[in-house]
């Protein structure tokens, strides 16, 4: 469910950059999810963390320091243990702004600590819901949350 809730912001992302969906457009986009095999609760949970990212809209003090052309270089390790499609996913959603720079970076580092196996799209996609989700008050992840934390997250 978590990966179609952000396969449903990407396209929300994709088709609405500027965040304002008009109420007129309302039904004819959840008919369209819909008819893609989305339910309509991963529809809802979707409209409602993007209206609240984009009316909370906070960035990083770093993030605005760093210009939006700028590109972050993988580590040998991050490459061997990113597969090309998921980091150009990360890519594309760094570029929609469905996460910020901070985010990213946490994904990676995840992903790396998984170990030596490539990861793809569809993992990542999990990443980012536990990332995301996590991060808004009211949404947790079951069960991902203490999972997908690092070592240091955990250590108080």
């Given at each position: 469910?978590?990966?179609?809730?952000?396969e449903?912001?990407?396209?929300?992302?994709?088709?609405?950059?500027?965040?304002?969906?008009?109420?007129?457009?309302?039904?004819?986009?959840?008919?369209?999810?819909?008819?893609?095999?989305?339910?309509?609760?991963?529809?809802?949970?979707?409209?409602?963390?993007?209206?609240?990212?984009q009316?909370?809209?906070?960035?990083?003090?770093?993030?605005?320091?760093?210009?939006?052309?700028?590109?972050r270089?993988?580590?040998?390790?991050?490459?061997?243990?990113?597969?090309?499609?998921?980091?150009?996913?990360?890519?594309?959603?760094?570029?929609?702004?469905?996460i910020?720079?901070?985010?990213?970076?946490?994904?990676?580092?995840?992903?790396?600590?998984?170990?030596?196996r490539?990861?793809?799209?569809?993992?990542?996609?999990?990443?980012?819901a536990?990332?995301?989700?996590?991060?808004?008050?009211?949404?947790?992840?079951?069960?991902?949350?203490?999972?997908?934390?690092?070592?240091s997250?955990?250590?108080?």
């Amino acid at each position: 469910m978590e990966q179609h809730i952000v396969e449903i912001l990407v396209i929300l992302m994709r088709d609405y950059p500027e965040g304002a969906i008009q109420p007129d457009d309302f039904e004819p986009l959840t008919n369209d999810l819909i008819r893609r095999g989305y339910t309509q609760h991963e529809i809802e949970t979707a409209l409602f963390w993007f209206h609240s990212r984009q009316m909370n809209s906070e960035t990083s003090t770093v993030a605005e320091e760093l210009s939006s052309d700028s590109f972050r270089v993988l580590h040998d390790i991050e490459r061997a243990v990113l597969s090309p499609q998921a980091y150009g996913y990360l890519i594309e959603l760094k570029q929609l702004g469905l996460i910020t720079l901070t985010e990213l970076d946490a994904i990676i580092e995840k992903a790396v600590l998984l170990g030596g196996r490539k990861v793809d799209v569809e993992e990542i996609k999990m990443f980012i819901a536990a990332q995301i989700m996590e991060q808004e008050s009211g949404f947790n992840v079951p069960g991902m949350n203490y999972y997908l934390k690092t070592p240091s997250d955990r250590i108080q």
